[in-house]
């Protein structure tokens, strides 16, 4: 494996099992996720690699991953429902693998925001910037709103929709899995935050996040 568990040869060996395995038992073990919701799914050159509908994400066998045509063809019955958006992703930028999901804190902001905004130095460095809250009529399954979400992730890697979950892209499952927990935490501190009347604003001015992840400290003079 190379960094982040990307998987060299895109097949649906035991080695991309195992990722699909893994990465969604974490977002059903850390409340992404709920028994039968969310889906993933990684490139595999002009096709994809996608779970199944009312598959459980953190319960997978081969049967469960379906490999399907990035250009809309085949049988696409047992792919799921949101295959039209990941496709869609993939088509228009150049991410490696897609997961969406339902993180719960991320939803409750998405209620009250239009942005979340990682007040965490460790969600500075995975997601730089903003994760913004979209909101739709139909907020599922539909090539308008397909085009829409993969329209805003040609520039956040991350995408919050109102109401329905997070569409996360990556260079790999492992992270676009990571960088769903970080908005996860960063929605779960805003909430923590604003429940305790703090500054929002403020908070996102401090010197440890303007600097950056990674900033190196001056020398003494």
């Not at 949101?82 to 339902?102: D, P, W």
């Not at 925001?113 to 969600?123: C, F, H, N, T, V």
């Not at 908005?183 to 703090?198: C, E, I, K, Q």
């Not at 950056?212 to 003494?220: D, E, I, L, N, P």
């Amino acid at each position: 494996m190379t960094s982040w568990g990307k998987i060299s040869d895109a097949t649906c060996n035991a080695e991309l099992l195992n990722a699909f395995q893994r990465c969604g038992s974490a977002l059903f073990v850390g409340n992404l996720n709920n028994s039968h919701s969310g889906n993933m799914s990684v490139r595999d050159g002009d096709a994809m690699w996608i779970t199944r509908t009312r598959s459980m994400c953190h319960d997978m066998n081969l049967h469960d991953i379906i490999r399907a045509p990035l250009d809309g063809s085949g049988d696409r019955s047992q792919l799921s429902r949101e295959s039209v958006v990941h496709e869609t992703i993939y088509n228009e930028t150049g991410y490696e693998a897609v997961v969406h999901c339902h993180p719960r804190d991320a939803i409750a902001v998405s209620f009250l925001l239009d942005a979340i905004y990682p007040m965490q130095i460790e969600g500075h460095g995975a997601l730089p910037g903003v994760i913004p809250v979209l909101e739709f009529e139909v907020a599922t399954a539909s090539k308008a709103f397909a085009a829409n979400v993969a329209a805003a992730m040609k520039t956040y890697p991350a995408v919050m929709v109102r109401g329905h979950g997070l569409f996360v892209g990556g260079g790999s499952l492992d992270q676009a899995t990571h960088r769903s927990f970080v908005v996860n935490d960063s929605a779960y501190f805003t909430l923590v935050a604003m429940d305790r009347g703090a500054d929002i604003k403020a908070l996102l001015a401090k010197p440890y996040l303007v600097r950056g992840y990674g900033a190196v400290a001056s020398a003494a003079r």
